[in-house]
């Protein structure tokens, strides 16, 4: 079951999605992204866009995976309000492929919160928890 919640910071607000893979802790992270920037209970899936990346490891991938959505909402007005993960391990690292799926920012419908100006390492964490769980956190730069 994959949740996200989001943590005080000093300066800014962290992002951390849970979930019991950790496919569906990059998903919980995501779209808790996007709960900062909107209210993503309010989002229909009405377009679905693929994001593929590799890195070597799995922050690199965390990061290169967020920013990639980050650059479809800027570039498209895009807002996502599901997003499945297939992570997979390489030779070199990691390969991403995720389909996300959303709609154009609707400023009456969505409710607009925070704008995210760009994806950050900072308080960056993915790790397994003692009860099986995967957690992953970053705190995005507002």
């Not at 991403?96 to 760009?118: I, N, Q, S, T």
């Amino acid at each position: 079951m994959r949740r996200w919640e989001h943590y005080e910071h000093t300066a800014d607000i962290g992002v951390r999605g849970y979930g019991s893979t950790l496919e569906e802790a990059f998903e919980a992270v995501a779209l808790g992204l996007f709960d900062v920037m909107v209210d993503v209970r309010k989002v229909e899936p009405r377009e679905c866009r693929e994001v593929e990346v590799e890195e070597e490891d799995l922050e690199a991938l965390l990061y290169s995976f967020l920013e990639e959505l980050l650059v479809l909402h800027d570039m498209e007005g895009l807002v996502f309000g599901d997003v499945r993960v297939r992570i997979e391990k390489t030779e070199n690292g990691y390969r991403l492929k995720a389909k996300a799926c959303g709609e154009v920012l609707d400023y009456e419908k969505h409710e607009p919160k925070e704008e995210v100006k760009a994806i950050t390492y900072h308080d960056m964490r993915i790790e397994k928890l003692p009860d099986g769980r995967w957690m992953a956190q970053f705190v995005p730069d507002l």
